[in-house]
């Protein structure tokens, strides 16, 4: 499986933390805790896979890198 970047941030509207793949499409979940809402987004992102493969769509490879990735190079 890829390696995607996930970004993990506190929502105060939701009450929680918010995970989410940049590349993969609406590929999100929420925890009570940071930990939490990694867990559920590795665990949607297989399910996200998956159905991309069972559909025959394409997997986009890993692209995103936050602002910092890109200054450092």
């Known amino acids: ?3 995607y ?3 993990i941030f506190y929502s105060e509207e ?3 933390y918010i995970a989410d793949i940049p590349d993969l ?3 999100s979940a929420f925890g009570d805790t940071a930990e939490q809402a990694l867990a559920e987004v590795e ?3 297989r399910a996200w896979l ?3 493969l ?3 769509k394409p997997i986009p490879p890993p692209r995103y890198r936050p602002l ?3 200054l450092v190079r």
Do not use: L, S, T, V
Request: hydrophobic share 40%.
């Open 54 to 56: 069972d559909a025959g």
């Open 1 to 3: 499986m890829a390696d």
């Open 68 to 70: 910092i990735y890109q």
């Open 25 to 27: 499409e609406a590929c």
């Open 50 to 52: 998956e159905a991309a």
């Open 5 to 7: 970047h996930i970004n």
């Open 43 to 45: 665990r949607a992102k």
């Open 14 to 16: 939701d009450g929680g």
